[in-house]
């Protein structure tokens, strides 16, 4: 069963209500995803309700046996790991069992990035070094293609500082803190132009035509 916080005053989420739309018991196994206090994927519930509301739901009498917890303040990541760990250490998670904490919050940080393994993003180039192909893939963190894979794809001498990619494929990920380490491959990639791109080629051709006509 899936059990949803929201706030839903500019209608984001359609036509459901502000808070938990629902929490009818359908069986043994929770699912609670809260997208943020203020608006959609944004606000931190803070200790009070992670303590008072959102613990007693998944720990205590009348809890579902199984239960997953995820904080999708996706806009503001850091406010997701805040809430989610203060609740591993409600949950007394966090001094015995450090590496049990540690992937809580990779775990969170996956869930807010939408990211995993074999997952297709677009990005712009960033940055480009003789081994690192660096790519803003429109998310909280550092998005990178090997250089040499690129080579041997046939996209490394199309690619300049700029350039739209579309297709790339997550292959690796990790964390530093609260950003996201992500390797991509670049098998099924395409380039594709952007908008300033776009605007000086239409100008090229309105130019072309412009010629053509006068001769």
């Not at 990920?173 to 670049?186: H, P, R, T």
Request: aromatic content about 6%; charged content about 25%; proline content about 3%.
């Amino acid at each position: 069963m899936a059990w949803i916080n929201i706030k839903n005053s500019d209608g984001w989420c359609g036509d459901l209500e502000d808070g938990w739309p629902s929490l009818a018991r359908t069986c043994n196994t929770a699912y609670l995803r809260l997208f943020g206090s203020k608006q959609k994927a944004i606000g931190r519930y803070g200790e009070e309700v992670v303590r008072d509301t959102i613990l007693p739901m998944v720990q205590g009498p009348g809890a579902p046996k199984d239960s997953i917890v995820i904080f999708a303040q996706a806009d503001v990541p850091a406010h997701a790991k805040a809430d989610a760990s203060f609740m591993v250490e409600l949950l007394g998670r966090g001094d015995s069992q450090p590496g049990r904490s540690t992937k809580w919050e990779r775990d969170v940080l996956v869930a807010t990035l939408g990211l995993g393994i074999g997952t297709q993003v677009s990005g712009v180039v960033q940055r480009i070094t003789h081994r690192t192909v660096f790519i803003d893939i429109g998310r909280s963190c550092r998005a990178f293609l090997d250089a040499n894979h690129a080579r041997r794809a046939g996209l490394l001498d199309s690619l300049r500082i700029g350039t739209h990619v579309d297709n790339l494929e997550v292959q690796h990920l990790d964390f530093q803190g609260e950003w996201g380490i992500v390797g991509l491959s670049c098998h099924k990639a395409s380039i594709s132009l952007g908008a300033a791109e776009e605007e000086q080629h239409k100008h090229a051709e309105a130019e072309e035509s412009s010629h053509t006509t006068a001769t």
